[in-house]
């Protein structure tokens, strides 16, 4: 075995995850090389310091903060839950359901407005139910707005029936 | 009730605790708390949110409980999470890494200790703490990977597959971050103890 392979060899060794084959050649070599054993013994060195690096013990509280935590946490999913179902519900997997319902939606307005014009307008061409349509609810609107700009002759209705009462008579006579 | 959960492996536990059982949860919490702060510590270079993220990996474990196979094993596990988290907090705090101030502290008094003769000799937890400060030191110019593979391996323990795993890489990978990052170490540790302390 060349230097530079039991050099890359040297951790495992260390570590004694090499086979039985490989661990044998290593130890051959270091025998016979002055050079790859202080290269081991450096490493080993390197590794046995770093067990001076300790942490400190973890704080007494640390399970009690911890089920802390996990119960805050548990107050804010449920609103979260809800939102991230709804984001889920709208995302891309369930656009192909959503579109189904938008089109089904759609062909029951058409189908169901057409059959309700349909009872009330029999006779009457397509185009002419929902002209009819449009003109009731305008009427609707129009009545509305009517009532709104003749509001303060509403509220003088009174006055108006009396002026209208004493026109009346002046023309009789 | 408890303490017979105590004798329990950490996969049995895990299924209590996906059946509904907290009781397990906290038995687990207990038993890794301190391997998963020092790993947090030390990797995130003795910061003051250590603690805090060590909490939250136990958070995550909670809220993630589904999620965990009986065929995986709970230590890799919780190790991969415990990756994770540390990854995102170095990436979430940057720079603003605060190293706990009363390392640097200590550091600085001992230099001026060294430096005044008429002062009484360092005291030995003095001393340890200094050392421990270098080889975090040394540590901290590893590149991440080289780090995180040398913290699972010489204080966690970890096989190289159980490292392999918890980093997402291969054994050979694995094997090679090992060589490589204890051979810059070699040389860092002996420019960090060049003036013998």
């Known amino acids: 075995m060349k230097c530079n392979e039991v050099k890359e060899l040297l951790i495992e060794y260390l570590d004694e995850s090499l086979d039985a084959n490989r661990r044998q050649a290593v130890e051959e070599h270091l ?3 002055a050079g790859c054993r202080e290269e081991c013994d450096n ?10 690096y300790q942490a ?3 704080s007494d509280q640390f399970t009690r903060q911890v089920l802390q935590k996990v119960h805050e946490r548990s107050q804010e999913q449920p609103a979260a839950g809800l939102f991230d179902r709804l984001v889920a519900f709208i995302s891309f997997r369930s656009l192909p359901a959503l579109a189904s319902l938008a089109l089904l939606a759609g062909l029951g307005y058409f189908v169901l407005g057409n059959r309700a014009v349909d009872v009330n307008n029999e006779g009457l061409s397509g185009s002419q139910k929902f002209e009819i349509v449009r003109d009731l609810k305008d009427e609707d609107i129009i009545r509305d707005l009517e009532i709104y700009e003749n509001a303060d002759m509403l509220e003088n209705l009174d006055l108006l029936v009396d002026l209208e009462a004493v026109e009346n008579y002046e023309a009789e006579k | 009730m408890e303490n017979d959960l105590e004798r329990l492996p950490d996969e049995e536990l895990m299924l209590r605790f996906q059946k509904g059982d907290e009781v397990g949860f906290r038995v687990l919490v207990d038993r890794y708390r301190q391997r998963i702060f020092a790993f ?3 990797f995130l270079r003795g910061s003051q949110e250590s603690e ?3 909490q939250e990996v136990f958070v995550k474990v909670y809220f993630a409980r589904e999620t965990w196979r009986p065929a995986a094993k709970f230590s890799t596990w919780v190790y991969v999470i415990t990756r994770n988290t540390c990854l995102q907090a170095l990436k979430k705090m940057g720079p603003r890494l605060s190293v706990d101030s009363r390392q640097a502290e200590d550091g600085r008094e001992l230099i001026e200790t060294l430096a005044d003769r008429k002062a009484p000799e360092p005291s030995g937890h003095v001393l340890a703490e200094e050392k421990s400060r270098r080889i975090a030191d040394a540590l901290d110019r590893l590149p991440e ?3 995180m593979a040398i913290i699972l391996r010489r204080y966690d323990q970890l096989s190289y597959e159980e490292i392999a795993e918890v980093m997402n890489c291969s054994v050979q990978s694995v094997k ?3 060589f490589r990052g204890h051979v810059a170490l070699k040389e860092y540790l002996k420019e960090c103890f060049a003036d013998g302390v």
Request: charged fraction near 15%; charge should be neutral.
């Open chain 1, 56 to 58: 400190p013990a973890v």
């Open chain 2, 40 to 42: 947090t510590w030390r």
């Open chain 2, 145 to 147: 990977s080289q780090k």
């Open chain 1, 31 to 33: 025998c016979a090389c």
């Open chain 2, 52 to 54: 805090d993220i060590a």
């Open chain 1, 43 to 52: 490493l080993l060195a390197s590794c046995a310091m770093l067990a001076d």
């Open chain 2, 176 to 178: 090679s971050l090992l």
